[in-house]
């Protein structure tokens, strides 16, 4: 079988069919291997995950897929409720600031226009 892969890879225009069927099989298989090498990444990414969950049993290629989503969800849960909490604490924070700014302003505000509405009941007017 290697005379016949060289002889098609020397000229791959005379039998196109013929190259592709001799690779396919072997592009095949490293695609196999770029995923289980990513599976095995996951799986030691992951391991403390793992060893809470299933602590004694093998774990099958689905198993950790399926576990990785279940933690990626949980990542992302958790991420939202974060910038939630950084948003009320930034509206909080804004709402403070605007509070102590118009106090710093204007700190006679309050008194004065209760000293004006008082004045201006109390005043006399002939009409």
């Known amino acids: 079988m290697a005379p016949t892969i060289t002889a098609a890879m020397a000229n791959p225009q005379e039998h196109p069919t013929l190259t592709h069927k001799l690779r396919k099989p072997l592009v095949e298989?490293?695609?196999?291997?770029?995923?289980?090498?990513?599976?095995?990444?996951l799986k030691s990414l992951l391991s403390p995950e793992f060893l809470k969950q299933q602590p004694d049993s093998k774990l099958d290629k689905a198993d950790i897929l399926e576990m990785t989503v279940c933690f990626l969800i949980q990542l992302q849960q958790q991420s939202q409720q974060q910038r939630n909490r950084l948003n009320n604490l930034n509206k909080?924070?804004?709402s403070s600031d605007e509070n102590l700014r118009e106090a710093d302003l204007f700190p006679l505000s309050s008194t004065v226009q209760i000293g004006i509405t008082k004045d201006n009941s109390a005043l006399w007017r002939p009409w």
């Open 92 to 94: 909080m924070q804004t």
């Open 29 to 41: 298989k490293l695609r196999r291997e770029r995923i289980n090498s990513c599976i095995e990444q």
